[in-house]
């Protein structure tokens, strides 16, 4: 069995490690995601270390609802690290969004790290019919890659869990509104340079 995620969050000197593999049977009635504590410097990692995998984790918290992530995405087409500036209670809005895409089994959610460059993405493929999280980047020549990685919908309330453990921010209707906001801005395309 392949390591679909490994979470985990370093407290002191101990490591707590997540490691999920695959599951066969989907419960009839999945149980409603429901808000998780948050975990500093909690790890989200979907993948498996180090064949192919991306991860994110919260470094940073400023004034104003602004937090610092480090994002590391490492697949053998695309290796890299970045910063991403999000609004406290981003992951929390996506994970939401991950969860009906769960229940749903159809459309897909995205989360914008890095504005034209670097999304993460979890969407729902009718054609197989499947599951996917996957990094888009484009590169710098204008280049498009797409990296995808098959999950199991038993997987995915781990995701959620994860994804609200990472991040601090709590979802009133200002902040969502803030997000969806910010979100538009950023998928604004570029103003074409010279």
Known sequence: MSLLFSAFTKKKEE??????GSVSAVPANPVPAAPKAHVPNHKFLVGKEPDAYASL?????HAGDLMTAAVVVSFPVL????????LTGELRLFALNVDRVRRSQAGGTRL?????VLSFIVYFDEKEPKLFFAVDYTGRFGVRTILTLPLNPTDLSLVIDSLQMAD???????????IHERAAARSAPRPASL
């Open 168 to 178: 601090p921010g709590e979802l009133t209707g200002d902040r969502v509104r803030q």
């Open 112 to 116: 914008s790290l890095v504005p034209g």
């Open 57 to 61: 984790q919260v470094t940073e918290q």
């Open 15 to 20: 490591i707590l490690r997540l490691n999920i």
């Open 79 to 86: 290796k890299g690290t970045w910063q991403a500036q999000l």
